[in-house]
């Protein structure tokens, strides 16, 4: 249900205007959605519309939430992004693999990037693809061994993705990350001290004057 002030209606029509706009702020500071209508009105509200045409922008505290850093996909990548995702395998210091991502950026592919640097990675990396060659992609569950790039397209073709970029210009490039996840290192025992000596009991204080 939409959020609205209380504004007394006999007041003058100046007086009247800046209660409705003082109004606004705390109307807006209650809401939870700012919804921005398709006649181009603008209201707050704590429930989102059941109209899908109009613009919704969820609040907090009367502020917009800031949307996500990372784009949209166009509507041509969804489908095959959602059902055929891409997978590159590299490793550092391989000009080959610099190639197979310039093909995919070039092709315009959203793709993520796994990283084979140690034995444990490698073994990963052959139950994924069923071999250790470097550079390697799958397509969804088809593995592709090495950079071919009439094979790679063949197979771009196939999954549906467009034969020519459609990303946003501001498409982040992935950050590969280790085919097998490190784990942390263990935290470093804490330091013991040593416990004080022993005191030597005052013998006056003791019961019948015994020394231990």
Known sequence: MPTNASIPRHLPL???LLAVLLALPAAAALAQYKVVNPDGSISYTDRPPADAKSRVTP?????PVA???QPELPAELRKPAQTYPVTLYTTSECPPCDNARQLLQRRGIPYSE??????????ALEAAVGGRTLPSLT???????GVNEGDWNTYLDAAGYP??????????????????A???????????????PPTTPNP???PGGIRF
Request: zero cysteines; charged letters at 20%.
């Open 59 to 63: 609040m907090r505290g009367g502020t």
């Open 14 to 16: 100046p007086q009247l």
């Open 182 to 196: 490190r784990a942390a290192p263990p935290a470093a025992p804490a330091s013991r001290q040593a416990p004080p």
């Open 163 to 180: 034969r020519t970029s459609k990303l946003p210009p501001n498409w982040p490039t992935p950050r590969a990350t280790p085919m097998v």
């Open 204 to 206: 006056a204080e003791q």
């Open 114 to 123: 796994r990283l084979v640097t140690t034995e444990e990675d490698a073994r």
């Open 67 to 69: 949307a996500s850093t």
């Open 139 to 145: 397509i969804g569950a088809q593995p592709l061994r």
